[in-house]
């Protein structure tokens, strides 16, 4: 392979001595070709390894975990006082699936995130397209914005509490904070970097201003917008569960609240896991979204 | 179809707005200007101005193009060309001078510029008055030979298609001058061809008026009435193509004139192959 400028073909005899072991040549080959010696064939991705389907290697990882954990717990590495075992946190679930308290307990925590998402998905976008699209609404808006960003919401649990009490008010709040600024952002930077040949274009077509924001910057800007959502959604449950630990009588921060009374590591595992899977939910239907809105989009999806 | 040319309004160089009641009135010349015969103008540009900093890119330039001619505007890389167009386009408004242009004008640009989340049918559609028209962007879509595309996806098509989208989507607006900002210059030298005669065949049909910017002389000289070629900011050099269409590039008059405009660009070797 050294030497391509030779291209005399050996005869067919002699051209397995010249090509090394066998092996390294698919079967499909026709044997008849000669003159290819030195050619490196290019192998069919369909035949080059049959491999596990994907959907199959997925979820080894996780399961192993499950296996390790379930392992530490019968094997007494990690008491049963400390951690519940997998088995435990199933049958958990189940019984609090039965008596009603979880669907009760979901349902609270569902409203206040519900309605967090909407106050502050409201505010975020609201407040980001003002600040895209008119300066002197960036001027207005954005410095305020990005300065209040560099706050940790969480940090203003105490003065919410002191504003809003200790009731519903704070925990809907805290929601609708943690939401609004990654939606903000997202909405704000989609706005600002909406293709400006495509902006031209349209003007040249007489679009007014109105029908240039709905039908070129809007959906411009959509694809950084439902990044925003998916951001925000994360942070959505990650602020529920700071939320909820304030003084919460209700909802699945109030269920993890008395588990820890009790010691119930089972029932504190089983909260964790119906947060994933709510948050895992609605990931989902943000990706539906996506796909059914974003069709148009001529990314790349991975190979 | 009134031929009443739109001044554009110039906000930082000329405080007065407003359409010039002598634009209707045939276009009472400047000094010196002699107005062709047909009196219908599609531009008509006089003493236009447009520096970027202190480099000044249009000094003072005038311009006319009679109404359905087919003027080709050549130039070295940065000599303004592009800048001239997007000034006639109103996409460029710091500029001083007086310049006009229809109503009614179309761009096509180098890359097609087609919204990406927007069917290729409503892509050709944009920005007519009223409701998407789904019949005329079909009969637009057809003229370019696209009707079976009118329900894809701008992603899905090749790069002629796309450009032939854009050329529906300026033609559908019936424009009194079109503008084609080297609107060939991605595609391949095949779709290049087709594209070019398309253009031809449907400048003929339509007959706007159109100022096409390029480098490619021989892609000048087989479609303009008129060939331009710019200069340290002005229209250097103007010549009639007095030849027949369709028009073949073997033709001695047609490689004298090429030999001419290019030594004119700056290249004196004759090339033999474009």
């Known amino acids: 392979m050294t030497s391509p400028a030779v291209v005399q073909a050996p005869p067919a005899e002699q051209r397995a001595v010249v090509d090394g072991p066998p092996v390294a040549r698919p079967a499909a080959l026709p044997e008849a070709r000669s003159g290819v010696a030195h050619l490196v064939p290019v192998v069919p991705s369909s035949t080059r390894r049959r491999t596990v389907p994907r959907w199959v290697r997925r979820p080894i990882g996780p399961l192993l975990l499950l296996l390790l954990w379930q392992v530490a717990v019968w094997t007494g590495t990690a008491g049963t006082d400390l951690l519940a075992s997998p088995a435990t946190v199933v049958r958990t679930l189940g019984h609090l699936t039965a008596d009603g308290e979880l669907g009760g307990a979901i349902a609270v925590s569902l409203e206040r995130v519900g309605k967090g998402i909407l106050i502050g998905g409201i505010a975020g976008i609201s407040l980001a397209l003002l600040a895209g699209l008119f300066r002197t609404g960036e001027d207005l808006i954005d410095a305020s914005v990005q300065m209040l960003r560099t706050v940790p919401f969480v940090g203003l649990i105490p003065l919410f509490i002191i504003w809003f009490g200790i009731g519903e008010t704070p925990k809907v709040a805290l929601v609708a904070l943690g939401v609004a600024f990654p939606l903000y952002l997202n909405t704000y930077a989609g706005v600002r970097n909406v293709d400006a040949g495509l902006v031209e274009a349209a003007r040249t077509l007489g679009l007014s201003r109105f029908g240039l924001i709905r039908h070129v910057i809007l959906p411009g800007a959509l694809p950084n917008v439902l990044v925003g959502v998916r951001y925000s959604l994360g942070i959505a449950w990650l602020a529920l569960v700071f939320a909820e630990q304030i003084n919460a009588n209700r909802g699945i921060g109030q269920l993890m609240m008395d588990a820890q009374e009790f010691q119930r590591t089972d029932v504190i595992l089983a909260c964790l896991v119906v947060y994933a899977f709510l948050g895992l939910a609605v990931d989902a239907i943000v990706r539906l979204l996506e796909r059914g809105l974003l069709s148009w989009r001529p990314a790349f999806s991975g190979s | ?274």
């Open chain 2, 1 to 274: 179809m009134a031929s009443s040319l739109q001044r554009i309004v110039t906000p930082v160089l000329d405080p007065e707005p407003g359409i010039d009641p002598a634009a209707e009135a045939g276009l009472e010349p400047a000094s010196g200007y002699r107005p062709p015969a047909d009196p219908r103008l599609a531009v008509s540009v006089r003493g236009l101005t447009r520096a970027f900093a202190s480099n000044t890119v249009i000094d003072r330039l005038d311009l006319d193009v009679p109404a359905g001619q087919f003027v080709v505007l050549l130039g070295a890389s940065g000599c303004g060309k592009s800048t001239l167009l997007r000034i006639l386009a109103d996409l460029d408004t710091e500029i001083g001078g007086d310049v006009r242009v229809p109503a009614r004008r179309a761009v096509a640009f180098q890359s097609p510029r087609l919204l990406p989340w927007k069917r290729v049918w409503r892509n050709v559609v944009l920005g007519l008055p009223g409701r998407p028209d789904r019949a005329r962007a079909a009969a637009a879509l057809a003229e370019v030979g696209l009707e079976a595309r009118a329900e894809a996806w701008p992603k899905t098509l090749s790069g002629g298609e796309a450009q032939r989208t854009s050329l529906a989507r300026a033609l559908v607006r019936e424009p009194e001058l079109l503008l084609l900002d080297e609107p060939f210059g991605a595609l391949d030298a095949l779709t290049r061809l087709k594209a070019q005669d398309l253009v031809w065949r449907l400048w003929r049909r339509h007959r706007p008026a159109v100022l096409l910017v390029t480098h490619d002389v021989e892609e000048a000289l087989l479609l303009a009435d008129r060939a331009l070629v710019m200069k340290d900011g002005v229209i250097a050099h103007s010549v009639d193509v007095d030849l027949s269409r369709p028009r073949d590039v073997g033709d001695p008059t047609f490689l004298a004139l090429r030999a001419d405009l290019l030594g004119r660009l700056g290249v004196d070797a004759p090339r033999s192959v474009a």
